[in-house]
């Protein structure tokens, strides 16, 4: 019942922009927190930014100063706005939201960048 619907992904060259989107339905509950997470081919699967609640953010090393997570508060959604983009941010993206202590995740969105 509950899901996460996600858009924006696609295919960039080195320096250019993407912004993402990822909104909750099927629940009644607003998220505690929601946040991106990213996983690249052989690698686990790892936090690039979150939101709490309240506004609090936080967000990985590698991302600092290029992505911004933003959050709409009337309905549960949130949004990612990566600039300069650099091949290392190739991976597929996925949206997760907590609703009483419970994950719930996204179908996951591919995000390349490349010559």
């Known amino acids: 019942q509950v899901q996460l619907v996600e858009s924006g992904g696609g295919l960039v060259q080195p320096g250019e922009s993407l912004r993402l989107s990822c909104a909750v339905s099927?629940?009644?509950?607003?998220?505690?927190?929601m946040g991106w997470y990213r996983q690249a081919p052989g690698k686990d699967r790892e936090l690039v930014a979150a939101?709490?609640?309240?506004?609090?953010?936080n967000y990985a090393d590698s991302v600092k100063g290029r992505f911004n997570i933003s959050r709409d508060k009337m309905k549960d959604a949130i949004y990612l706005q990566m600039d300069n983009l650099q091949p290392e941010d190739t991976a597929v993206y996925y949206c997760?939201?907590?609703?009483?202590?419970?994950?719930?995740w996204g179908q996951g969105t591919q995000v390349t960048v490349s010559l």
């Open positions: 997760n939201a907590n609703i009483r202590q419970v994950n719930f």
């Open positions: 939101i709490r609640r309240g506004g609090s953010t």
């Open positions: 099927g629940t009644i509950y607003v998220s505690t927190t």
